[in-house]
């Protein structure tokens, strides 16, 4: 984990608005495996990514990364290509939950313009700090909210949920419990 | 105390309200909840791996039950009949799952699109907080419900637990104002409304929308605005329920008793209130590949189209295939254009149908589909290839969207859709 933290990794590039079928188009949410889904990431609009793309990558983008369909699809796509994080000036709503529940590192920040493709990006995804190895920068994301750390602190949502399920169930028994007394 | 106090003292949005009763404690835009959930939709394309998600949280669990199967809707829509083999799995687990859960709301292959279905079944009403895995959700916000898309992880903790977190968003209000023009409907309205504000103009927070064009709609038609708010980034897209709400509601749940502080208070904070009055707006069209890239027609008229599909949860009501009827009047198709009709539901179809609607497409030359999403979700049938051009009243024009990358999507008005038919271009309705 200590490793993967410091790992540099290339940069993909993109601009505003990229949405949910460009990142994986209608015709593969047949598909649900990460791995399936990733051979088909941005099939319609960088045809060249799915080939090219290599565990440890970054995704750079715009304003309103992600916007149009709640397909869980488009995380779990660049999960399963090994997309290490997405950097961009802002994520649509429901992509953004998405990713937060299944583990997929999002990193909010206003300078994704200095970031160019192919720029290699060390991140610090602890402090909110990204370090532009190829210019020599450093720029500093927004950290997530209390609430959504508690979350990412259980391993995704599922995790978080089943704590939840196995405290309630605890608590019902105890009252049962009780009641028998 | 003094928090408590000001929540309460009449300054809350409709939103506000619906969370404070969900989360079971007063609340307002920005608070953090695990809010109560009223309804969770699911379909065909999102609903396996939500029933998967819940599998694993549930693995620890003597007994796999979800948290109340009253509440969970399930339906099939988007790749009906089962259009590959893989659909056909997917079906076959989403069966057993309502069996073993006894989830009597299932819709099967036959009934129609979720956001359609939905409401017409009843499942919601004013003052819900409802969820379903599937961006168009915020659709049910046009009869005052608190609705919005998550996705599969979401949905499989929500069928775990009957509760999500959320963030209390605040609410951008439009106040749509002034008379709409001969042929100018509610799809012309919404698409002005996210060409002005941009594809994240509403981002993480809810629309309201209201105003005397809004007011004047029918159900149907403030369906479609509450439908696209997820085109500006919205969360919602919420419009305080009236007597035309109260009316749709008791034809399909004859219980239902309407609660008139379901609106916002007078002196509710919004962002911001942005102002219209759309009297003399034209019909409007969405050009490809962004939603928010809308125009006045006239800008794209005589562009040559390959395509036209009316239909989808934004457009395939009964009183949207009449629109599209009345504007054909009997002319018909355009020789080389394709017209795809897929009515939104198998009610709206039987309407359609009693109403000789059915009969006149056919004779005009289009091609009247079963009800589903077809080419809005292009991953099914109804696609375009690489160099056409599509016309459709759906909500979504993305590249890619409806076929090929290659492809391009306008959207507009039934009406819209339905004159470009007969012309074999884009085409103003008013003009034929």
């Known amino acids: 984990m200590a490793g993967r933290e410091t790992l540099p990794g290339r940069v993909w590039k993109f601009g505003d608005d990229v949405d949910t079928d460009a990142i994986i188009p209608g015709r593969f949410l047949i598909l649900n495996r990460p791995e399936e889904l990733a051979k088909h990431a941005f099939e319609g609009v960088r045809p060249e990514f799915k080939d090219q793309v290599k565990p440890g990558d970054i995704i750079v983008a715009g304003e309103n990364f992600g916007c149009g369909s709640s397909r869980e699809h488009a995380p779990l796509a660049l999960k399963g290509a090994g997309v290490r994080c997405v950097i961009a000036k802002s994520f649509a709503r429901i992509f953004f939950r998405n990713s937060i529940n299944i583990g997929v590192t999002l990193l909010e920040c206003p300078d994704t313009d200095r970031i160019a493709e192919g720029d290699v990006l060390e991140i610090d995804e602890a402090q909110g700090i990204i370090t532009n190895q190829t210019k020599n920068e450093i720029y500093r994301a927004k950290p997530l909210p209390e609430f959504l750390m508690d979350i990412v602190r259980s391993g995704g949502l599922i995790d978080f949920a089943r704590k939840m399920v196995e405290r309630m169930s605890r608590e019902k028994t105890r009252e049962k419990g009780r009641e028998a007394e | ?432």
Request: with cysteine.
């Open chain 2, 1 to 432: 105390m003094i928090m408590a106090c000001i929540i309460m003292s009449g300054n809350l949005t409709i939103t506000e309200k619906i969370f404070s009763r969900a989360a079971g404690r007063p609340c307002q835009a920005g608070d953090y909840v695990l809010a109560d959930i009223d309804r969770a939709m699911t379909h065909d394309i999102t609903g396996p791996l939500a029933v998967e998600g819940f599998y694993e949280i549930m693995k620890n669990q003597k007994d796999k039950k979800v948290w109340d199967p009253e509440k969970i809707v399930v339906l099939f829509d988007h790749q009906v009949p089962a259009d590959s083999l893989n659909a056909a799995q997917n079906h076959i687990m989403l069966r057993k799952f309502v069996n073993d859960q006894g989830i009597s709301n299932f819709y099967d292959i036959f009934q129609g699109v979720c956001h359609q279905v939905m409401p017409e079944m009843g499942h919601v009403t004013p003052g819900m907080l409802v969820v379903g895995s599937d961006s168009h959700t915020c659709a049910y916000g046009a009869i005052g419900a608190f609705a919005t898309g998550i996705g599969s992880t979401d949905m499989a903790a929500a069928f775990a637990l009957g509760k999500l977190w959320f963030r209390v968003p605040e609410t951008l209000k439009f106040q749509v104002d002034g008379r709409l023009g001969d042929r100018v409907y509610s799809k012309d309205v919404i698409l002005k409304l996210i060409g002005d504000v941009g594809a994240d103009g509403a981002r993480y927070q809810a629309c309201e929308y209201g105003g005397e064009i809004v007011r004047d709609l029918d159900v149907s038609q403030r369906m479609t605005i509450s439908n696209m708010a997820i085109e500006m980034g919205g969360k919602a897209g919420v419009i305080e329920p009236d007597r035309k709400t109260d009316d749709y509601i008791r034809q399909r749940v004859p219980e239902y008793h309407p609660d008139r502080d379901m609106k916002s208070d007078e002196g509710a904070q919004f962002s911001a209130v942005r102002k219209y009055d759309l009297s003399e707006m034209p019909p409007q069209v969405a050009c490809p590949h962004n939603v928010d890239n809308v125009v006045d027609i006239d800008r794209v008229e005589g562009k040559k189209i390959d395509q036209v599909f009316i239909g989808s949860c934004t457009n395939g009501r009964f009183e949207d295939l009449k629109i599209a009827a009345d504007v054909m009047g009997g002319r018909p198709v355009a020789k080389g254009v394709r017209m795809i009709v897929i009515p939104a539901s198998r009610t709206e179809y039987m309407k359609a149908l009693k109403a000789g609607l059915v009969e006149q497409f056919m004779n005009a030359g289009a091609m009247v589909e079963a009800p589903c999403c077809g080419p809005c979700m292009g991953g099914s049938f109804g696609l375009l290839g690489p160099g056409e051009v599509g016309l459709s009243t759906s909500n979504r024009n993305f590249k890619g969207r409806q076929g090929s990358p290659d492809a391009f999507v306008y959207l507009g008005s039934p009406a819209t859709a339905a004159a470009s038919a007969i012309k074999g271009c884009i085409t103003d309705p008013r003009s034929v």
